[in-house]
């Protein structure tokens, strides 16, 4: 067997079939094997495999990342949460300045002054008269 292009002759012959003999002993001689049933297979389920934990990757960090969903409705209920308390706080300080215009001197209601100071010195005065009524 001579190959067009390829140098030919008893010492080239002799290399030839001593690389056929050991290519022969390796089970070379069939040819190349192709494995198109894996790449048909193996490859696109690789790609669908990969590309769908991607997607489920992306999804998760959406819903609950550091910037998803469930964090925005824990932001939300907090920013909820600490818009009553500022309203509570808010009203409790109209009430102490009410009550602090109230002990200015201009308008200072010396009766409400004696009735707040025996409400809080738990003290009465002598010629009181006490209503208990049972519950």
Do not use: W
């Amino acid at each position: 067997m001579i190959l067009k292009g390829l140098p030919h002759g008893p010492l080239f012959s002799y290399q030839y079939q001593y690389v056929k003999c050991f290519l022969t002993l390796l089970d070379h001689e069939k040819g190349m094997v192709v494995k198109r049933r894996f790449r048909g297979i193996f490859l696109p389920l690789a790609l669908y495999l990969v590309s769908g934990a991607a997607a489920l990757f992306f999804i998760n960090e959406a819903r609950n990342g550091s910037r998803g969903i469930d964090t925005r409705n824990a932001l939300l209920a907090e920013i909820s949460r600490l818009n009553a308390d500022y309203l509570s706080l808010k009203s409790d300080r109209l009430v102490l300045e009410h009550r602090n215009a109230m002990l200015s001197s201009s308008s200072l209601d010396l009766d409400m002054l004696e009735e707040r100071a025996r409400l809080i010195l738990n003290r009465g005065n002598k010629n009181d008269v006490v209503i208990t009524l049972m519950p």
